[in-house]
């Protein structure tokens, strides 16, 4: 069974750093593309990042310049690394892949 955790989120200042980790187990990673997305109440559920299973990545526009996406092999985990961040992006942060959903972890960016 295809299980997808992620950790990192918490609350942190406009302008501070926050790095997400999404664990994959059940399957062996590195095979799908896997992504980021988050939510905020009242709002559909937005694409972040994408990393395309040959590395490649894709980001969002409001993610380009600020957010990286990688991963780790021998761990199993994708990465989303976080900087600048905005009052703006305080949302639940899921990550995708494999057809399933974590459980999300959430992102408050406030004074």
């Known amino acids: 069974q295809v299980r997808l955790e992620e950790s990192g989120g918490g609350l942190v200042q406009p302008g501070e750093s926050l790095t997400l980790s999404c664990v994959v187990s059940g399957i062996t990673f590195g095979r799908n593309t896997l992504g980021w997305y988050r939510q905020t109440p009242g709002q559909e559920r937005e694409q972040v990042a994408l990393?395309?299973?040959?590395?490649?990545?894709i980001y969002a526009d409001f993610a380009e310049g600020r957010f990286t996406v990688s991963r780790d092999f021998a761990k199993n985990t994708m990465y989303l690394q976080m900087n600048n961040l905005k009052p703006e992006d305080t949302a639940v942060y899921y990550c995708?892949?494999?057809?399933?959903w974590g459980q999300g972890t959430q992102v408050t960016v406030s004074y």
């Open positions: 995708n892949g494999y057809a399933t």
């Open positions: 990393l395309l299973r040959g590395g490649d990545t």
